[in-house]
T-cell receptor, first 111, second 115 residues
Framework: GIQVEQSPPDLILQEGANSTLRCNFS?????LQWFHQNPWGQLINLFY???GTKQNGRLSATTVATERYSLLYISSSQTTDSGVYFC?????????????FGKGTTLSVSS | GAVVSQHPSRVICKSGTSVKIECRSL??????MFWYRQFPKQSLMLMAT?????????EQGVEKDKFLINHASLTLSTLTVTSAHPEDSSFYIC???????????FGPGTRLLVL
């Protein structure tokens, strides 16, 4: 099956710093989503981004589908950004199928 | 945006009992719902895919007789953990996708603790 690898596994930042999280996937995908899982377990949709670039406030994401990777940028990090960031993909040609998750990047932002 | 709810948010039960978890899409019709399980400090693992009006499709290694899934309407899917044991303790999360939608939306999850 499709493999989803995220890096780094852990990231510690000072408030105000910028960071880049990476997601590599092993096959063509229909759908790629980035999530933030807060300390209570809720998965929050950040981006639906099978290709191209999107921005939402301090967050932006870029997916280069032909090279099978996606990047999530966090600028001017805040303590509330702490948590686990997951990348998840839906295999190409199988719309409406389940998402396959990477193992996540655990981000800790200190003040 | 689309909202998915789960009930209960947390449950503690004795070993051997059954627990039912509900997943509802509140403002859209979900043609497909998915059930995931997440152990502490691990990623989400798909358990089963649930389509309205048909039998669920289970992932390899997931016991269909233990984890009963019913998708009776376009807004409700239920997961019943039968004869729960301590090793079933986990965080169970559902997601839903609607007809014509691209994004999957996740519920807030249910923490199950089996004593």
């Amino acid at each position: 099956g499709i493999q989803v690898e995220q890096s780094p596994p852990d990231l510690i930042l000072q408030e105000g710093a910028n960071s880049t999280l990476r997601c590599n996937f092993s096959d063509s995908v229909n759908n790629l989503q980035w999530f933030h899982q807060n300390p209570w377990g809720q998965l929050i949709n950040l981006f639906y981004i099978p290709s191209g670039t999107k921005q939402n406030g301090r967050l932006s994401a870029t997916t280069v589908a032909t090279e099978r990777y996606s990047l999530l940028y966090i600028s001017s990090s805040q303590t509330t950004d702490s948590g686990v960031y997951f990348c998840a993909v839906e295999r190409s040609g199988q719309a409406g199928t389940a998402l396959i998750f990477g193992k996540g990047t655990t981000l800790s932002v200190s003040s | 945006g689309a909202v998915v709810s789960q009930h209960p948010s947390r449950v503690i039960c004795k070993s051997g009992t059954s627990v039912k978890i509900e997943c509802r899409s509140l403002d859209f019709q979900a043609t497909t719902m998915f059930w995931y399980r997440q152990f502490p400090k691990q990623s989400l693992m798909l358990m089963a895919t649930s389509n309205e009006g048909s039998k669920a499709t289970y992932e390899q290694g997931v016991e269909k007789d233990k984890f009963l899934i019913n998708h009776a309407s376009l807004t409700l899917s239920t997961l019943t953990v039968t004869s729960a044991h301590p090793e079933d303790s986990s965080f169970y999360i559902c997601s839903a996708v609607g007809l014509g939608r691209e994004t999957q939306y996740f519920g807030p999850g249910t923490r199950l603790l089996v004593l």
